[in-house]
């Protein structure tokens, strides 16, 4: 898959996981992997830059006596999962449209 | 490979970061490890399922290179408006100059004529371009002073807009090197700087260097030795010798050379390699510029600089840590000291992540201070004025005291609020806080013009705040 294409993805995946309940690095790549394959060094720059641009906000909790970064939708986030949504429904049309193409003429 | 390894490996691998990123990119590793451990793999498979370090290391190289290239663009772009308005400015004047030329063969025009009803207009003329020149001059002499004037003018302007373009020239370098060539380039040898290294494996317990103008590194050696990586020139060297136990490193002959300044960080860097298990005592001092201390545990530290950062990582001190800065920020940050830390800086921000001690104390003025996801046994002491504290997650053995002025308070201590007799005070800003005698530990926060925010969360485990 084109890499531009897929880190778009993997942002509105991740956020769409966060807007399930706040949830830290090694559970998110968990939740996406059955729909997207994703790894640990693919998602740290995405979380990165989800908090820079402030779609998230990052807060640590203890576990088992170690710290574990939490990581929580702003509202930011919601507006981004709409956009995209909006974006894609644009695409979806693009495609209706170029899935009626008639094959019947692949002979010529 | 184990965990400490493969992380130090992805340290290594990540020295053209800055080192906040850094630190925040092996946390990030470090948790996703031991979460995979948590699920019942082993260290080993944890690293492995993680895939070629080689593959991550590139993976964010290429997401920061790309923030980086953003910053260097947009540097750039700047640049090269100022060069704009400089030009612009230069053709405004050379304007002004076609002017007085048009203006000078006039002159020479009406001479050749001879005329006396031109004369007068002429004369008239030249008054009021040249106020305050003596009337009755002879024509001639008048020509000729305007004439030299012109030149002279002509010729300082030149001069001064070559000057002005060379100055930009520098700063643009200057720009370039400083704040984008994160790998030092030592090869650059206008001075025929001599790379050297000393070496050592006596038993040493006390380091002393004191150098001028030279950034100065202290990393882990790879071996159990310490080595010392460092640059001389013909008027800077260093005297470094070893007697009871004791290893000085001191610069002699420092280039007084104002030139220098846009140079010596670039250029000169002290590379100090100690065992991890130093714990010995340490006493590091230099001026304009930086200090960074990384991954080595020490008796007793003391790092000392002016106009510079000093950087603290990853580091155990059985006693006392101290910083002392002026015009740079201190950032301490994964670090256990047993007893006193204690940071003091002007006009810098000081940053303490992820730290443990007993005892701290902040000063700085004009910057913020920041305390995250830290725990102190005793006494945290931060002071500093139009500059804002914040601490998150604190976790407060005794007392914790504020002081700010004309900025706010702002925090999150993990703790119950019926454990803290309560004393704070703000003027034109809201205060969250309650002054109450309940508990046995204090909290003061004093700040003016300005908010109190502090927030107690009291976690019995963690299930309360995962939501």
């Known amino acids: 898959m084109d890499a531009q294409l897929k880190r778009g993805l993997l942002e509105a995946c991740v956020l769409t996981v966060l807007s399930n309940g706040d949830s830290y690095g090694y559970k998110i790549i968990k939740d996406i992997n059955p729909y997207l394959k994703i790894s640990e060094s693919t998602l ?34 919601y507006k981004k999962i709409k956009e995209f949504i909006i974006d894609w429904d644009e695409v979806l049309k693009i495609f209706n449209f170029i899935n009626s193409c008639d094959f019947n003429d692949t002979d010529k | 490979m184990n965990k400490e390894k493969f992380l130090n490996k992805i340290d290594e691998n990540l020295k053209t970061i800055p080192i906040i990123e850094r630190m925040k990119i092996i946390q990030y590793f470090n948790e996703i490890i031991d979460d995979h451990i948590e699920d019942g793999l082993t260290e080993e498979q944890a690293i492995l399922s993680l895939g070629d370090i080689n593959d991550i290391v590139y993976g964010i190289i290429e997401s920061e290179e790309l923030k980086r290239n953003k910053i260097d663009n947009k540097n750039k772009a700047e640049l090269k408006e100022q060069l704009k ?64 004037i012109n030149i002279d003018i002509n010729k300082i302007l030149k001069k001064t807009e070559n000057m002005v373009e060379k100055g930009m020239k520098m700063a643009k370098k200057a720009i370039d090197e400083t704040d984008f060539n994160f790998d030092f380039d030592f090869s650059n040898t206008k001075e025929n700087l001599v790379a050297k290294t000393y070496d050592s494996s006596n038993n040493i317990k006390d380091i002393i260097v004191e150098d001028i103008n030279t950034g100065i590194t202290v990393l882990e050696s790879h071996d159990n ?15 470094i010798d070893e007697q009871n ?48 201390v990384q991954n080595v545990n ?53 940053n303490i992540i992820h730290g443990y001690g007993n005892n701290v104390n902040c000063k700085t003025s004009n910057s913020s201070i920041r305390i995250d996801n830290s725990n102190f046994d005793n006494d945290i002491e931060l002071i500093t004025s139009n500059g804002k504290i914040i601490f998150e997650e604190l976790k407060v053995g005794n007392k914790l005291y504020c002081k700010t002025c004309n900025s706010s308070i702002l925090g999150t201590i993990i703790d119950n609020i019926n454990n803290f007799t309560v004393d704070s005070h703000t003027s034109n800003g809201k205060n969250t806080l309650t002054n109450n005698t309940n508990g046995n530990k204090i909290l003061k926060c004093k700040t003016s013009n300005a908010s109190i925010k502090v927030n107690f969360i009291d976690y019995p485990n963690e299930e309360t705040n995962n939501k």
Not at chain 1, 47 to 64: F, I, Q, T
Not at chain 2, 109 to 132: I, L, V
Not at chain 2, 245 to 261: G, M, R
């Open chain 1, 44 to 77: 740290y720059p995405i979380l990165r830059r989800l908090e820079n641009n402030n779609y998230v906000n990052v807060y640590s909790v203890e576990h088992n006596s170690r710290l574990r970064k939490y990581y929580k939708i702003t509202n930011e986030g």
């Open chain 2, 85 to 148: 308005n400089l030009k612009e400015d230069r053709e405004n004047r050379n304007f002004v100059l076609v002017n007085n030329d048009y203006n000078k063969k006039e002159t020479q025009n009406n001479d050749k004529d001879n005329n006396n009803g031109r004369k007068y207009t002429n004369n008239k003329y030249q008054s009021n371009k040249n106020e305050g020149k003596e009337y009755n001059k002879s024509k001639s002499h008048y020509k000729t002073d305007d004439l030299n």
């Open chain 2, 225 to 239: 030795n310490i080595h010392v990586k460092y640059y001389e020139s013909e008027k800077e060297k260093y005297n």
């Open chain 2, 245 to 292: 136990e004791t290893l000085k490193i001191i610069k002699i002959n420092e280039n007084k050379s104002i030139f220098k300044w846009f140079n010596y960080k670039i250029r000169n860097k002290l590379e100090l390699y100690l065992p991890k298990e130093f714990y010995g005592k340490a006493h590091i001092s230099t001026n304009n510029s930086t200090i960074d």
């Open chain 2, 298 to 350: 020490f008796n007793k530290i003391n790092l000392k600089t002016s106009n510079g950062k000093i950087s603290v990582y990853n580091t155990l001190i059985k006693e006392n840590l101290d910083c002392v800065s002026s015009n740079g920020s201190i950032n301490i940050s994964k670090f256990i000291c047993d007893n006193n830390t204690i940071l003091k800086t002007s006009n810098g921000k000081i």
